[in-house]
């Protein structure tokens, strides 16, 4: 079973970079890093006055999320120069198992 970690946010069209850079450069080293941390996605959606982000991270176990957001799972884990980029993002996070996948 995969759990898939859903978060949202919110950034200027000019932040966007920075943020994408930050997601690069800081998270996905930090992701790849924790056993069970099985893929990272950045989606974007650029609605004419800010960018819309979701990120979904994909997960083996609950205890996998554990190690990388601690015992509430459910908190959001956004450093403060990450924060400092965006207009505003979900303090909580969305967790789904994944009933049926289909990766090429």
Do not use: Q
Request: net charge negative.
């Amino acid at each position: 079973m995969n759990i898939a970690r859903i978060w949202s946010a919110h950034a200027t069209r000019e932040n966007w970079s920075a943020y994408e850079n930050h997601f690069a450069e800081n998270v996905l080293p930090e992701l790849r890093e924790i056993d069970g941390c099985v893929c990272a996605n950045l989606l974007k959606r650029d609605t004419g006055n800010e960018i819309e982000i979701t990120v979904i991270t994909m997960w083996e176990s609950w205890e996998a999320i554990e190690a990388f957001a601690g015992a509430d799972r459910e908190v959001a884990v956004v450093a403060p120069n990450a924060a400092a980029l965006l207009i505003d993002y979900d303090r909580r996070v969305r967790h789904m198992e994944v009933a049926l996948s289909d990766t090429r």
